[in-house]
């Protein structure tokens, strides 16, 4: 594409190396915008971009500001969203590809991470690391059996969806000899095997795993999908951990799940409201290993993030397929945009 072309991000953080490479490109001029306080100046800027990375989190971003149908009709020059991470809860996918936008995400950049954060809460709820750190800063008297764990060595692993983090978890899985069931309906048996898993139904997943763990997107087939109907046909004692997206599962549903013995531990980076408040019911119960969806946040994974987006960024103005494209549906409609844009 001939001339300069404008991409536009708002201030949450970003590894430098998003603008270290956008720099190297005589084309693109990346603007940084404030999200609170000069709304006239963002929405001129992003009037006149042809690239917008945004925040996957949705409470890092103020939602006027969410890649949907209004805020592509105030942005007529716009080729591409960008999204930071693997999940787009902040962008319309539809809306972008019925206005020829193409959406890339992140996807894979932080299964690494992710997949370690998730063997993290399985051996800290199974072991009671956390429990045992906060009794001994504020009480004595208790035994050390008191806080006798279980080794997660031999024990049913069952993984919801089975994508790059899910298979990143398998892996890691097995090294520590877990059987690794899973349930994936994007998928046929012999591609999970190949991803070191076996496929089951859903019930009898929940039946037979010690640890349950969360690697789905959240969409309207995954929303709510673990309510107290599906927490109880979970084994008695088992360990729940969602490190995907809040929402999936129903946060007073587990509550309960918990507060009765019915489930031993959960293990939550992810929230319906991120972070959560300070009397959320969930953080008052000493079973509950929580995190602020911070699974994918190491310093490995943000570099591959943002060196990723500014690739993908790169490549979209070249006129290029992107790697991680979300809509590829949108691409013909995108070319013909392409090929006519303003410099």
């Not at 009671?128 to 049913?156: C, N, P, W």
């Not at 290029?320 to 691409?331: D, G, K, S, T």
Request: with cysteine; charged share 20%.
């Amino acid at each position: 594409m001939a001339g300069s072309t404008l991409v536009c991000r708002f201030d949450v953080w970003y590894d430098p190396s998003m603008a270290e490479r956008l720099a190297q490109e005589p084309g693109i001029e990346l603007r940084t915008l404030r999200r609170h306080g000069a709304d006239d100046e963002a929405w001129s800027a992003l009037s006149e971009a042809g690239v917008y990375q945004i925040s996957s989190a949705k409470d890092e971003l103020p939602r006027q500001f969410f890649a949907d149908a209004r805020l592509l009709a105030r942005c007529p020059r716009l080729l591409c969203v960008s999204a930071n991470g693997a999940g787009y809860d902040t962008v319309d996918v539809e809306a972008c590809t019925e206005a020829g936008v193409l959406v890339v995400n992140q996807a894979g950049a932080n299964a690494q991470a992710v997949a370690e954060a998730a063997i993290a809460l399985m051996l800290n709820l199974s072991r009671r690391i956390v429990e045992a750190d906060r009794r001994l800063h504020i009480e004595r008297g208790f035994s050390r059996e008191d806080l006798m764990g279980q080794e997660i060595s031999g024990k049913t692993l069952g993984l919801i969806g089975i994508g790059h983090i899910g298979r990143a978890v398998a892996r890691l899985a097995a090294a520590f000899g877990m059987e690794v069931l899973v349930h994936d309906p994007l998928l046929d048996g012999a591609e999970i095997a190949a991803r070191g898993g076996l496929s089951v139904a859903l019930d009898e997943l929940l039946a037979r795993s010690d640890v349950v763990s969360v690697h789905c997107p959240r969409d309207a087939s995954t929303l709510g999908l673990f309510d107290a109907e599906t927490f109880a046909r979970m084994k008695q004692g088992a360990v729940f951990i969602n490190t995907a997206r809040g929402g999936i599962h129903d946060e007073v549903a587990l509550y309960e799940a918990l507060r009765s013995g019915h489930l031993r531990g959960a293990g939550l980076d992810v929230w319906e409201q991120e972070p959560p408040p300070l009397d959320h019911p969930l953080l008052g119960l000493p079973h509950v290993v929580a995190g602020f969806h911070t699974a994918g946040v190491t310093q490995e994974a943000r570099w591959r993030m943002a060196f990723g987006a500014a690739e993908q960024i790169v490549a979209v103005l070249r006129g290029e397929r992107p790697a991680r494209l979300v809509n590829p549906q949108a691409w013909q409609a995108w070319r013909a945009r392409f090929a006519g844009h303003p410099a």
